[in-house]
């Protein structure tokens, strides 16, 4: 079963909306709960970024222990994780770093995308017909 349930997160309130049933699935899967908010700056040629990006990062971190604050009413094990970069090789990377793919249970966020697409649910469908490895839309 999974033990592991990645979230990423782009600060809108359409993507929190699922927190709650996320959490949810936590306590019943007896999983640990991995929040990620990825953050990149975009600087001027020339202009040293390393100020914005630890501002940003900054942000990001406050951003999900705001978060962490309001789910943890639960006893579930809650990791928040904030890197700089590229969200969607930051996400990929951190998913092969905390488990195996098997173990861990991805809810895809898309940031790029302002109608929040990305807000889908997607589950491997290993949960409710065995020996599948094809993604399963709620």
Do not use: C, W
């Not at 929190?16 to 991995?34: D, G, Q, S």
């Not at 990149?40 to 990006?53: A, E, Y």
């Amino acid at each position: 079963m999974y033990n592991s349930i990645l979230v990423p997160l782009d600060s809108s309130k359409l993507a929190e909306n699922i927190l709650t049933e996320v959490e949810e699935l936590a306590v019943l899967l007896n999983a640990k709960l991995n929040l990620i908010y990825v953050r990149k700056v975009h600087v001027l040629p020339g202009v040293d970024p390393t100020d914005s990006q630890v501002r940003v990062v900054r942000e990001a971190q406050g951003y999900l222990e705001n978060l962490k604050g309001k789910l943890s009413a639960k006893i579930i094990d809650i990791k928040l994780h904030t890197p700089y970069g590229n969200p969607a090789d930051k996400i990929h990377y951190l998913r092969l770093r905390i488990n195996t793919p098997a173990d861990t249970l991805d809810l895809p966020q898309l940031p790029q995308f302002e109608n929040n697409i990305g807000n889908l649910l997607f589950i491997e469908s290993s949960l409710f017909s065995k020996g599948s490895s094809t993604n399963t839309l709620l």
